[in-house]
């Protein structure tokens, strides 16, 4: 008799954790700390739903935000390649809840589910095109470039052809700490980007597509703006 070959429900998979992964669903409060830099590592996770931040502090005690994970992200895979202690610490940015795979668990199913690994290979190689991406930025743009092209990340300009308008709230103190300069500076821009229609803060965070013109050219009135600055 032949036999069907189970098939595997990616949805609830992601969802419960049911089926081969057996992952546990756990939530978070704003400010809460997921894991901590020197924490075992051993499970992968999955945002439901809320942000979260990952910083690393030096030996110094200086923090900087290295990256910030929203709905349908992946986290915490640096025990697929044998990392035995966390690098950074994930703090929660607002109410999130995740889903928590077990190291082995998770192996498991991306050896078996063709569905899932295709998933989390996506991910894996996007995340990447993203640091270098960083990188590049860090290197060569000016730090209100940096301020801008981060905003429309945020607000995921160029996923679903317009941005979100309404991002997470974020302080400037961490978005300074991602781009490498002070809060001040990022106070300074934010002002500037307001003045110019770019974006709308009075609570919300509202990111518009003119914002892009930032990153694109230097408009003849944001030079002026930085002259007068």
């Known amino acids: 008799m032949k036999q069907h070959k189970r098939t595997f429900d990616l949805k609830s998979f992601l969802a419960t954790g049911n089926g081969n992964g057996g992952g546990s669903v756990h939530t978070y409060k704003k400010n809460e700390v997921i894991f901590s830099q020197g ?80 998933l989390f290979i996506s991910h894996l190689l996007s995340r990447n095109a993203r640091v270098e991406a960083d990188l590049v ?20 300009f160029g996923k679903e052809g317009k941005p979100e308008t309404v991002i997470a709230k974020i302080s400037q103190e961490t978005l300074a700490e991602m781009i490498g300069t002070t809060r001040s500076r990022v106070s300074s821009f934010m002002n500037k980007f307001r003045k110019l229609g770019f974006i709308e803060y009075n609570g919300d965070l509202k990111v518009h597509n003119s914002l892009l013109n930032v990153i694109l050219h230097d408009a003849p009135a944001l030079r002026r703006e930085t002259e007068d600055a």
């Open 39 to 118: 924490d075992r590592c051993d499970c992968v996770f999955y945002i439901h739903h809320g942000d979260c931040k990952v910083s690393v502090i030096s030996e110094r005690g200086k923090e900087a935000v290295v990256a910030l994970h929203g709905k349908g992200d992946f986290f915490g895979e640096g025990c697929l390649t044998g990392q035995p202690l966390r690098l950074a610490t994930a703090t929660a940015m607002n109410d999130v809840e995740v889903m928590r795979f077990e190291n082995a668990a998770i192996q498991r199913v991306l050896h078996e589910e063709p569905e899932f690994a295709e």
């Open 137 to 156: 930025d860090q290197l060569f743009n000016s730090s209100e470039k940096r301020l801008a092209r981060m905003l429309l990340l945020m607000a995921n």
